[in-house]
């Protein structure tokens, strides 16, 4: 046991002597490399879902109504969000890159011009969507109960997207260079605002008004400017000029070519797999829907969970993409190829726990979101799918974030399409509507597109062919 043990996790086994350009560092070492841009990041990232589960108990006395409402809205939301989130996996990549290269003015640069885009990206993206938000909702598949408290979310919500979105940009930057403290922070100020108001605006407390979905929205709206606020502070203040990212007003904020061209290039894969994984997401969650209020209010009881294992995966899979990233720019692609397995590693090691926890507890888990009886079931048969999620979807979470971070998005779009666009809407359909699995039917689907994207990454990730992409 001790010898598979130290096969699996040992830092000398990870890297075949073929591959090796130089030294590596010891195991202990290079789980601390790891273990100090991961642990601030996964904090972040738990917090931010476990803040998105504290909201949905606050609504759980509203009844199952309120909780697919707001559930309806996260797909579209997402596809809204998927151009910035794509701009941003080649900020990140790039930001990486150059801090490993050590050309800092090219760094902030990139920051800057990935700002400038964002923001006019944003601002029509909203001009262009609010006026049909309610048309959007119902081909969510909002049902005449849930159709009003769903688009009202998502108007309130989307009206702040580009604050929403530069924070994500300048998060993707941060986080680039290795910074999740600052990051962790952000989100950390950001999801106080939102419980506290919360817990003010949803059932009225302390004198405030009982708005119920709208005063979640309200709240989760006023979050984002705040995080907003505070990102602006970590790039702009006085503070930041002693780090590797600050921002001046008085900066050249013109769009330069190359640092587009070295965004776009990384991104317009990452843009790709980003829509294509959001239109097959809204097309699952879509048919989903159509089993009625409360299956989907069930659905969304159980992606609390799974959104909660995506997170801790996530956080420790940006560990993977900065080290990935500034590795190959100081041209040890040998040591990027370890920080991402050792980042697999821990994420799996996590997922076991999680997995454990979540098969014992399962029922009071359920019931921490809801009283009626017949989600509280249904979600915690569903429940046994979620923990076979855990390992598989962690380590393929850090394993493509990795590929991200060596600017291999090609082949990451490519996956996601056929998988996450192709496979999952596909086979939930047919679960659903032919062989009548209901909601077990649509999570089984979502099974099997893991267990195939997560073979695919692992291929391509110890293939080695992403060594020598350029960014």
Same mark, same amino acid.
Not at 103 to 109: L, V
């Given at each position: 046991?001790?010898?598979?043990?130290?096969?699996?996790?040992?830092?000398?086994?990870?890297?075949?002597?073929?591959?090796?350009? %130089?030294?590596?560092?010891?195991?202990?070492?290079?789980?601390?490399?790891?273990?100090? #841009?991961?642990?601030?990041?996964?904090?972040?990232?738990?917090?931010?879902?476990?803040?998105?589960?504290?909201?949905?108990?606050?609504?759980?006395?509203?009844?199952?109504?309120?909780?697919?409402?707001?559930?309806?809205?996260?797909?579209? /939301?997402?596809?809204?969000?998927?151009?910035?989130?794509?701009?941003?996996?080649?900020?990140?990549?790039?930001?990486?890159?150059?801090?490993?290269?050590?050309?800092?003015?090219?760094?902030?640069?990139?920051?800057?011009?990935?700002?400038? #885009?964002?923001?006019?990206?944003?601002?029509?993206?909203?001009?262009?969507?609010?006026?049909?938000?309610?048309?959007?909702?119902?081909?969510?598949?909002?049902?005449?109960?849930?159709?009003?408290?769903?688009?009202?979310?998502?108007?309130?919500?989307?009206?702040?997207?580009?604050?929403?979105?530069?924070?994500?940009?300048?998060?993707?930057?941060? /986080?680039?260079?290795?910074?999740?403290?600052?990051?962790?922070?952000?989100?950390?100020?950001?999801?106080?605002?939102?419980?506290v108001l919360n817990f003010l605006l949803i059932e009225g407390r302390f004198g405030f008004p009982a708005l119920g979905v709208a005063g979640a929205a309200l709240a989760t709206a006023t979050a984002f400017?705040?995080?907003?606020?505070?990102?602006?502070?970590?790039?702009?203040?006085?503070?930041?000029?002693? $780090?590797?990212?600050?921002?001046?007003?008085?900066?050249?904020?013109?769009?330069?070519?190359?640092?587009?061209?070295?965004?776009?290039?990384?991104? %317009?894969?990452?843009?790709?797999?980003?829509?294509?994984?959001?239109?097959?997401?809204?097309?699952?969650? $879509?048919?989903?829907?159509?089993?009625?209020?409360?299956?989907?209010?069930?659905?969304?009881?159980?992606?609390?969970?799974?959104?909660?294992?995506?997170?801790?995966?996530? @956080?420790?899979?940006?560990?993977?993409?900065?080290?990935? %990233?500034?590795?190959?720019?100081?041209?040890?692609?040998?040591?990027?190829?370890?920080?991402?397995?050792?980042?697999? /590693?821990?994420?799996?090691?996590?997922?076991?726990?999680?997995?454990?926890?979540?098969?014992?507890?399962?029922?009071?888990?359920?019931?921490?979101?809801?009283?009626?009886?017949?989600?509280?079931?249904?979600?915690?048969?569903?429940?046994?799918?979620?923990?076979?999620?855990?390992?598989?979807?962690?380590?393929?979470?850090?394993?493509?974030?990795?590929?991200?971070?060596? @600017?291999?998005?090609?082949?990451?779009?490519?996956?996601?399409?056929?998988?996450?666009?192709?496979?999952?809407?596909?086979?939930?359909?047919?679960?659903?509507?032919?062989?009548?699995?209901?909601?077990?039917?649509?999570?089984?689907?979502?099974?099997?597109?893991?267990?195939? $994207?997560?073979?695919?990454?692992?291929?391509?990730?110890? %293939?080695?062919?992403?060594?020598?992409?350029?960014?």
């Open positions: 046991m001790q010898t598979v043990f130290r096969h699996l996790f040992s830092a000398e086994k990870m890297i075949p002597e073929h591959r090796r350009m %130089g030294e590596i560092p010891g195991t202990r070492q290079a789980y601390k490399d790891v273990l100090v #841009i991961a642990l601030p990041s996964v904090a972040e990232m738990v917090l931010v879902s476990l803040v998105g589960s504290v909201d949905m108990m606050m609504l759980g006395p509203l009844g199952p109504e309120a909780i697919a409402a707001v559930g309806l809205t996260g797909q579209p /939301r997402m596809l809204l969000l998927s151009v910035f989130f794509a701009l941003n996996v080649g900020v990140t990549a790039v930001v990486a890159r150059r801090r490993g290269e050590g050309r800092q003015k090219e760094a902030n640069e990139v920051v800057r011009n990935a700002m400038v #885009i964002i923001l006019l990206l944003s601002v029509l993206l909203m001009a262009a969507v609010l006026p049909f938000a309610r048309q959007l909702m119902a081909v969510a598949g909002a049902q005449a109960d849930t159709l009003d408290l769903a688009t009202t979310y998502f108007l309130i919500v989307s009206s702040v997207m580009p604050v929403n979105a530069l924070t994500i940009c300048i998060n993707a930057a941060q /986080r680039g260079v290795g910074n999740t403290r600052m990051t962790l922070i952000v989100n950390a100020i950001s999801n106080v605002v939102s419980i400017v705040v995080g907003f606020l505070v990102s602006l502070h970590s790039i702009f203040s006085i503070r930041s000029i002693g $780090r590797f990212l600050h921002v001046r007003l008085k900066d050249s904020w013109k769009l330069r070519k190359e640092s587009v061209l070295s965004v776009t290039r990384v991104g %317009g894969s990452a843009m790709f797999e980003q829509m294509a994984m959001r239109i097959g997401f809204f097309l699952y969650a $879509r048919f989903i829907a159509d089993l009625g209020t409360i299956a989907f209010a069930a659905h969304q009881v159980c992606m609390q969970f799974l959104n909660l294992s995506f997170s801790f995966g996530d @956080g420790i899979g940006v560990a993977g993409t900065a080290l990935v %990233g500034q590795k190959l720019g100081q041209n040890r692609p040998d040591l990027a190829m370890l920080y991402g397995k050792i980042s697999q /590693r821990m994420a799996f090691v996590g997922a076991i726990v999680i997995l454990s926890t979540i098969i014992v507890f399962r029922r009071p888990l359920v019931m921490l979101f809801t009283d009626d009886a017949q989600v509280i079931a249904l979600a915690t048969s569903v429940m046994l799918m979620v923990a076979a999620f855990q390992p598989m979807q962690t380590s393929s979470v850090v394993i493509s974030g990795a590929l991200r971070g060596a @600017g291999d998005t090609k082949y990451v779009a490519a996956t996601m399409l056929v998988c996450a666009a192709l496979i999952r809407p596909t086979l939930a359909y047919v679960g659903i509507n032919f062989i009548g699995l209901g909601l077990f039917g649509a999570w089984s689907a979502g099974l099997i597109d893991m267990a195939i $994207r997560l073979t695919a990454m692992f291929r391509r990730f110890n %293939g080695g062919k992403w060594f020598h992409i350029k960014v």
